[in-house]
């Protein structure tokens, strides 16, 4: 994957993990959810390690650096060239 | 505590400037029903929260919104970055650019600055959970307000999403309601006044 | 909505349709308000999820509001 599409990925799945993780705080029972939660978290800590491998920091404390230190490195997320274009346009 | 996430919760690439609906996105930055009155509203009122359910939803959405905060900030910059003093002077910007140039700052739509005021935190776990449900509808409106004076694909697409997870952070803040509701309720059945807030005879 | 319609499915246990949310609220209280609790059934796989805001299809603009639509109180 490219750099684009290997962060729509990314994101994607996070997104997915964030909103079910605020299912999941007001349905701690539903352990089915908890499993799907879990296989997501481990879906997503592979592509983000291939991420950080190749492109660049992602998480503050949870990312290695190459020397220089990576962390610093342009675009930042508010800039234009950082973001990808979201496929399909059924917006 | 908080770590950052390089990266945007949904990605904003918006190719044509635009200061007047950078004048008006501006408002979900600094107004009175936008992200940074959600974030320092929850992420204040956690800390009188009761049941482990409602606790983690105050703490969860105030966390999700910092991160709607930047979105609106990028938007924001985004949309004027790139924008000539002509256009700026025709937008209805200019007033803000005097001021502020092409920076982020937090006011409202009309300009007005922030202020706590906007938010509420009361103390009470079953007034704060009405609060910010009705805050989240307030922002669902004013999402909806902003994508009708909108015309960019680009500039939609990021104000639907967020209008969406204002739906769905009500209904977190209705479910976290049951168990403050129940809690209380049982609680009262079992305390006659002179039992403590942890429910032990005195 | 028809899980055939998402790819991403979760397949709630048990036989029978999967309803998403509580349908019956019981012992309910004067000066009280009640929001029924959702129930996880399907989900739209991520990227659809990331489009549309949510990972869960019932509440996906469940208001039914488009873009244009003013509220005509009267």
Redesign the interface.
């Known amino acids: 994957m490219n750099r684009d599409q290997l ?10 993990i ?6 999941l ?4 029972d ?1 352990c ?2 908890v499993n ?1 939660y879990n296989a ?1 978290v481990m879906e997503v800590n592979a592509l983000r390690e291939e991420y950080v491998r190749l492109y ?7 990312s290695t650096s190459g020397c220089s230190w990576q ?1 610093i490195d342009n675009p ?3 800039q ?1 060239e ?10 | 505590m908080w770590m950052y996430d390089k990266k945007l919760e949904y990605p904003i690439k918006i190719s044509r400037p635009d200061p007047r609906m950078a004048n008006l996105i501006i408002t979900q930055y600094g107004g009175p029903d936008g992200e940074l009155a959600a974030s320092l509203r929850y992420l204040s009122q956690r800390f009188s929260m009761i049941t482990p359910q409602a606790k983690a939803t105050l703490n969860d959405i105030g966390t999700e919104e910092l991160a709607h905060l930047e979105m609106v900030g990028t938007m924001v910059k985004q949309l004027t970055k790139d924008a000539s003093l002509e256009e700026i002077k025709k937008s209805g910007m200019a007033a803000y650019y005097v001021d502020h140039d092409r920076g982020v700052y937090p006011v409202s739509a009309a300009g007005v600055p922030f202020t706590a005021a906007y938010i509420q935190s009361k103390g009470d776990p079953r007034t704060d959970l009405y609060e910010n449900m009705a805050a989240e509808q307030k922002a669902r409106s004013t999402y909806e307000y902003l994508i009708n004076m909108a015309d960019d694909p680009d500039v939609i697409a990021p104000l639907k999403f967020l209008r969406e997870r204002e739906i769905v952070h009500f209904q977190r803040f209705g479910e976290s309601l049951r168990y403050v509701q129940e809690y209380l309720g049982n609680k009262k059945k079992f305390s006659m006044g002179s039992l403590g807030k942890t429910g032990a005879k005195k | 909505m028809m899980p055939e319609e998402y790819p991403e499915m979760y397949m709630p246990p048990g036989d029978g349709p999967c309803i998403p949310q509580e349908t019956v609220i019981e012992n309910v209280r004067l000066a009280h308000a009640y929001v029924p609790f959702e129930k996880m059934c399907y989900t739209f796989d991520p990227l659809t999820a990331l489009k549309k805001g949510t990972a869960f299809p019932p509440l996906f603009n469940i208001y039914g509001w488009e873009k244009g639509e003013e509220y005509n109180y009267e």
Not at chain 1, 7 to 12: M, V
């Open positions: 962060l729509q990925r990314i994101t994607a799945l996070d997104f997915y964030i909103d079910i993780h605020l299912y705080n007001t349905h701690p539903d089915d959810a799907k997501m660049g920091m992602l998480g503050m404390n949870s962390w930042w997320p508010w234009y950082f973001n990808f274009e979201l496929a399909g346009d059924d917006k």
